[in-house]
């Protein structure tokens, strides 16, 4: 097993690099052990794993978490033995791992299916254990659980797993896993190490290019108790008047149909059976009753190939079985006779910049009534073309197309259904496009488009989750391409958000993870992060050619930005505004935006490292407002049209070696309380100080403190 041995160090980046250092005595804070089986969870080229516990360190390095694993445990196996006992080099292990234990404030162990099976999780179990006061979190990846090893279970199976629901890591989602595992550490007292690393910075110490991995392969493969894939079952419809749905149910070949009994149907048409609507209502586990129209697919593990399903305006398909696969299938909605959308309105639209609106604002959290939703688009929330709506649905879309000419949803997750959509496409003109609800129910897309919407493009609220991988959210020209609130966690790689109202809205305690994406051409801002609670982590992104802020900032939500850009857009860069509202910024270009780059004001807070903002219309950097506060370190504000800096009304802020050149107007203070501190930095002008402003220069660090003039 890959045990989680790596040393005890106190530096982080020496940590991500396996560097082996002496360790400070006693429980460091921030500090995590995770203890796992190589073969199952390590790294896929190195010891045939699937990288899991690779995934589980990052995420927790980018919290701010030193994780103590990542070296092979070669010596643990490779020393000489003695009457089948094992010496020299296992004893080096031995104290390296007693130390790591000794030195961590949570012990995470990563139970696989092979996990216990080796003596190293004994003694790392077995010391974990009996340290006094020490946090053991059994991690379920797979396998049974709890784990059968005798030496492992009695240590284990009476602790509370993470995750708490039917679904093991390898199955579900890693950030709503990851979120509960940080609620535990969290509950626990275990906080993230005081002066941490960044993520990034961890991962480019280990060699690594992102703190993060995108790998959602998994979803698309089948579970263990699925069938093979060449077996077919039988496809079951339930409705008052058959030929309703056989003449919309075409097959474009002629398949042979297996059910899992073994009786085999070939024809143009899977086995139809026929019921009447008191036993279609009976067989609807969740949601509203199925009703005469309704195409309920009830049996488990049935496959669908290469053909079209064509729906009434007044009909859905439903999903009630695990093991469904729809491949290079069509579902369409019928198109709505002319006037049909007489009743469409447009809602007065308040603009992010403007302090209203958005996703979080006006959504219908849905409790079956239709909704309007905010900006300005009206739609149905209560029904869908498309409905997974039970806990034990598991959906797999290869190819697949999802049109949807009515005024409701093209595709509803609830009540922890989950789906997996490769190369689809999603379109819903007159309705909102996909809306995940609920604990447990997830979205995971890799190369999709969710495209032309009259709602948002993806809605995840209420506990849901999702994970996107390459894919489109694209011309929800009168709402939110990606809309993530109700405490839901979603993660997003190399994603394009373009032409919509809003790209992304966080709202309401939801977290949002971008890494590798874009945002772009939206008629509002390019990612919108609101009220307290909600966060932001954005890697690698590029927000751009927005009509309004690449990113908004405001009601006490906060944002973390690393190795990013926002450019080009029609006023700020990054708007931050709003008591609580607050922003880390961290190799960020703020560059040729019409307004400021960095515009900061109503009592928010900002934080920047190693920034550059240059070319923007007007300053590089503007602080606006009593309680308003900017630290930036090794920043460069140049060659902006306006001027470098503007400390406004009382904003305070401070600069630590940073240089600002080439703008064509001096930096100004103005206003009573506003106040410049400025430590070993580069301006070509001497500030303007007008109205009562004051501009400091500050001590260097270590020669007098934070405040002392020079």
């Known amino acids: 097993m890959g045990a989680g041995c790596s040393s005890a160090a106190p530096d982080p980046a020496a940590v991500a690099q396996g560097a082996e250092v002496d360790t400070v005595a006693g429980p460091q804070p921030g500090y995590v052990y995770l203890s796992y089986h190589r073969a199952d969870t390590g790294d896929q080229r190195g010891e045939g794993g699937d990288g899991a516990a690779g995934r589980i360190r990052d995420w927790l390095t980018s919290k701010g978490y030193v994780v103590l694993m990542g070296e092979r445990d070669d010596d643990a196996d490779g020393g000489k033995k003695a009457a089948g006992v094992q010496q020299g080099p296992v004893q080096v292990w031995y104290q390296r791992m007693q130390r790591a234990v000794e030195c961590c404030q949570a012990f995470v162990a990563v139970c696989s299916e092979r996990y216990g099976t080796g003596p190293e999780a004994h003694r790392e179990l077995q010391l974990a254990d009996g340290a006094s006061g020490l946090p053991l979190i059994p991690l379920w990846h797979g396998g049974p659980w709890p784990p059968p090893d005798v030496h492992v279970a009695p240590l284990l199976s009476h602790l509370e797993r993470v995750p708490r629901g039917a679904r093991p890591l390898c199955r579900t989602v890693l950030e709503g896993v990851m979120g509960e595992l940080l609620d535990r550490l969290q509950a626990a007292g275990v906080m993230p190490a005081p002066n941490a690393v960044d993520g990034a910075a961890a991962a480019a110490a280990a060699g690594r290019t992102s703190a993060y991995t995108s790998d959602v392969e998994w979803c698309f493969q089948p579970g263990p108790e699925d069938p093979k894939e060449e077996d077919y079952a039988v496809v079951k419809c339930y409705t008052r008047q058959l030929q309703e749905i056989v003449d919309r149910l075409s097959l474009t070949v002629r398949p042979t149909v297996l059910d899992l009994g073994g009786e085999t149907f070939s024809g143009d048409l899977p086995q139809l059976m026929l019921a009447d609507a008191a036993a279609a209502a009976a067989l609807s586990a969740a949601g509203s009753p199925a009703t005469g129209g309704t195409l309920l697919l009830s049996r488990p593990h049935v496959t669908l190939r290469n053909g079209c399903?064509?729906?009434?305006?007044?009909?859905?398909?439903?999903?009630?079985?695990?093991?469904?696969?729809?491949?290079?299938?069509?579902?369409?909605?019928?198109?709505?006779?002319?006037?049909?959308?007489?009743?469409?309105?447009?809602?007065?639209?308040?603009?992010?910049?403007?302090?209203?609106?958005?996703?979080?604002?006006?959504?219908?959290?849905?409790?079956?009534?239709?909704g309007v939703v905010g900006y300005g688009a009206v739609y149905e929330m209560g029904r869908a073309m498309v409905v997974m709506a039970a806990g034990a649905v598991g959906l797999r879309a290869f190819n697949c197309q999802f049109t949807n000419h009515g005024p409701h949803l093209a595709l509803w997750l609830a009540s922890g259904a989950t789906a997996a959509f490769h190369e689809c496409q999603v379109e819903a003109r007159d309705g909102g496009g996909v809306w995940v609800r609920d604990a447990g129910s997830v979205l995971i897309g890799r190369s999709c488009h969710l495209q032309n919407t009259c709602g948002p493009c993806l809605q995840v609220e209420a506990g849901g989750g999702a994970q996107l991988a390459a894919c489109t959210l694209a011309n929800s020209s009168m709402h939110v391409g990606l809309a993530v609130g109700g405490g839901c966690r979603v993660r997003a790689d190399k994603c394009m958000v373009s032409g919509n109202q809003t790209g992304v809205s966080i709202y309401?305690?939801?977290?949002?993870?971008?890494?590798?994406?874009?945002?772009?051409?939206?008629?509002?801002?390019?990612?919108?992060?609101?009220?307290?609670?909600?966060?932001?982590?954005?890697?690698?992104?590029?927000?751009?050619?927005?009509?309004?802020?690449?990113?908004?900032?405001?009601?006490?939500?906060?944002?973390?930005?690393?190795?990013?850009?926002?450019?080009?857009?029609?006023?700020?860069?990054?708007?931050?505004?709003?008591?609580?509202?607050?922003?880390?910024?961290?190799?960020?270009?703020?560059?040729?935006?019409?307004?400021?780059?960095?515009?900061?004001?109503?009592?928010?807070?900002?934080?920047?490292?190693?920034?550059?903002?240059?070319?923007n219309k007007m300053c590089a950097l503007i602080v606006w407002g009593a309680g308003t506060q900017a630290v930036a370190q090794d920043c460069r504000f140049n060659t902006n049209v306006q001027a470098g800096m503007a400390v406004k009304d009382g904003g305070r802020c401070e600069l630590t070696r940073c240089a600002v050149r080439g703008n064509k107007l001096p930096s100004e203070v103005a206003g009573a309380g506003s106040w410049l501190g400025t430590r070993q930095c580069v301006m070509d002008e001497k500030p303007v100080v007008a109205r009562g402003g004051a501009v400091q220069e500050l001590l260097p660090e270590g020669k007098g403190g934070k405040g002392g003039k020079k």
């Not at 398909?317 to 198109?335: A, C, K, M, Y």
């Not at 309105?345 to 239709?370: E, F, M, P, R, V």
């Not at 850009?565 to 019409?594: D, M, W």
């Open 309 to 370: 399903i064509k729906l009434r305006q007044d009909q859905e398909f439903r999903i009630l079985s695990p093991g469904i696969v729809l491949d290079q299938i069509s579902v369409v909605t019928e198109l709505r006779q002319a006037g049909a959308r007489a009743s469409r309105k447009k809602l007065s639209t308040t603009g992010a910049a403007g302090g209203g609106g958005g996703a979080g604002g006006g959504i219908d959290n849905g409790d079956g009534a239709g």
């Open 508 to 615: 309401a305690g939801a977290t949002v993870e971008l890494v590798g994406c874009e945002s772009t051409s939206n008629t509002l801002a390019g990612v919108e992060v609101r009220e307290p609670g909600t966060t932001l982590t954005a890697i690698d992104c590029k927000l751009s050619q927005n009509s309004q802020s690449g990113l908004l900032v405001a009601q006490g939500g906060s944002a973390r930005m690393t190795s990013c850009g926002a450019g080009g857009n029609r006023t700020h860069g990054v708007l931050v505004r709003g008591e609580g509202s607050f922003a880390a910024l961290r190799q960020v270009t703020l560059s040729y935006n019409q307004q400021a780059g960095l515009l900061v004001n109503g009592a928010a807070k900002v934080d920047l490292v190693n920034c550059e903002a240059i070319g």
